[in-house]
């Protein structure tokens, strides 16, 4: 190989870390039941990004290409029959705590259709990535997630891959890091702390998302692979045979705000849970937790990271 290749082939894969492929044990037997059973995966040797894409990089995006957000578009009045012109404007959801404890199987308490907001203004108009160039990009759809992936010359993990880096060469441990959700007292992730979803207490000092990097990475040299923001993955949902369909909608989850709002049959596997998963509710900062979501769907708390082919 020629130093000019070399060159290149280092800056191609700048910012990743080679994960090494093998047999791993997939799923839990342990939370949801579509994370049920536990079967073996094989997934190949895979440069994986050390971290969710940040604001600044999908700036750098949108500069090059002049790409515009799916939340910056108006909704199609095609894919949601019957829907009040008045809501057929650009906007995303937006996570709102609520003042006080609410019921948790009703997720339109806590979420809220914000006009305006997109990845610009994660909180909605008024709101800006002052201060915020190194956290995840939020308020992506699955389109824009898979456009700066082909921009950058990587593409999205299946779920396989996802979840074998995120194990970081943990056997079927709970959490990336192992059994113990807080080790010698130490905070792990960018999970929720206090009663979901109005007590927040943010012990670490992220009221949402937080910089990337900022917790300690998993056996695999990656940050931020479960909390802070859930990730896109290529892979569909339901997406293996023992999922009976729609198994996420039967139970409380902080974390599928769209999945019947918006074309129902288009859904790709989300991963990594968020900011917003509370150990008391939905435990969702785990590996092998995983939930369905609308692909033209974007949301405070979703965002993505890109592979290279080894
Ligand atoms: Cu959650």
Same mark, same amino acid.
């Given at each position: 190989?020629?130093?000019?290749?070399?060159?290149?082939?280092?800056?191609?894969?700048?910012? #990743? #870390?080679?994960?090494?492929?093998?047999?791993?044990?997939?799923?839990?037997?342990?939370?949801?039941?579509? /994370?049920?059973?536990?079967?073996?995966?094989?997934?190949?040797?895979?440069?994986?990004?050390?971290?969710?894409?940040?604001?600044?990089? %999908?700036?750098?995006?949108?500069?090059?290409? =002049?790409?515009?957000?799916?939340?910056?578009?108006?909704?199609?009045?095609?894919?949601?029959? =019957?829907?009040?012109?008045?809501?057929?404007?650009?906007?995303?959801?937006? %996570?709102? +705590?609520?003042?006080?404890?609410?019921?948790?199987?009703?997720?339109?308490?806590?979420?809220?259709?914000?006009?305006?907001?997109?990845?610009?203004?994660?909180?909605?108009?008024?709101?800006?990535?002052?201060?915020?160039?190194?956290? +995840?990009?939020?308020?992506? #759809?699955?389109?824009?997630?898979?456009?700066?992936?082909?921009?950058?010359?990587?593409?999205?993990?299946?779920?396989?891959?996802? /979840?074998?880096?995120?194990?970081?060469?943990?056997?079927?441990?709970?959490?990336?890091?192992? /059994?113990?959700?807080?080790?010698? =007292?130490?905070?792990?992730?960018?999970?929720?702390?206090?009663?979901?979803?109005?007590?927040?207490?943010?012990?670490?000092?992220?009221?949402?998302?937080? +910089?990337?990097?900022?917790?300690?990475?998993?056996?695999?040299?990656?940050?931020?692979?479960?909390?802070?923001?859930?990730?896109?993955?290529?892979?569909?949902?339901?997406?293996?045979?023992?999922?009976?369909?729609?198994?996420?909608?039967?139970?409380?989850?902080?974390?599928?705000?769209?999945?019947?709002?918006?074309?129902?049959?288009?859904?790709?596997?989300?991963?990594? =849970?968020?900011?917003?998963?509370?150990?008391?509710?939905?435990?969702?900062?785990?590996?092998?937790?995983?939930?369905?979501?609308?692909?033209?769907?974007?949301?405070?708390?979703?965002?993505?990271?890109?592979?290279?082919?080894?």
């Amino acid at each position: 190989m020629t130093n000019t290749t070399t060159g290149a082939v280092r800056a191609a894969r700048h910012g #990743a #870390a080679l994960v090494p492929g093998g047999t791993f044990r997939m799923g839990s037997a342990h939370f949801y039941p579509e /994370e049920a059973p536990v079967r073996t995966a094989v997934v190949a040797d895979l440069w994986v990004d050390e971290h969710p894409v940040t604001n600044a990089a %999908f700036r750098r995006f949108v500069k090059a290409t =002049g790409h515009i957000t799916v939340a910056e578009q108006p909704p199609d009045p095609a894919a949601v029959p =019957g829907a009040d012109p008045g809501l057929l404007v650009p906007g995303s959801l937006v %996570f709102v +705590p609520t003042a006080g404890p609410v019921p948790l199987n009703d997720w339109t308490l806590w979420w809220r259709w914000v006009p305006g907001a997109d990845w610009r203004h994660p909180e909605g108009p008024g709101s800006t990535l002052h201060g915020r160039d190194l956290h +995840p990009v939020v308020h992506v #759809a699955h389109a824009d997630a898979v456009a700066y992936a082909s921009w950058a010359g990587r593409r999205l993990p299946t779920e396989p891959e996802w /979840e074998h880096a995120a194990r970081g060469g943990l056997d079927q441990a709970t959490y990336v890091w192992g /059994e113990d959700p807080a080790p010698r =007292g130490r905070i792990m992730a960018n999970h929720w702390y206090g009663r979901f979803p109005w007590e927040n207490l943010h012990p670490h000092g992220f009221e949402r998302t937080s +910089p990337v990097k900022r917790f300690p990475a998993n056996g695999y040299g990656l940050y931020d692979v479960t909390g802070n923001v859930w990730e896109w993955t290529a892979t569909a949902w339901p997406s293996f045979p023992d999922d009976a369909g729609d198994t996420a909608s039967h139970h409380p989850s902080c974390c599928a705000p769209a999945a019947e709002q918006l074309d129902e049959d288009a859904r790709r596997v989300i991963k990594g =849970g968020s900011h917003l998963c509370a150990p008391s509710y939905c435990l969702r900062y785990r590996p092998a937790a995983r939930q369905g979501q609308a692909v033209h769907s974007s949301t405070s708390h979703l965002g993505f990271r890109c592979v290279i082919d080894a």
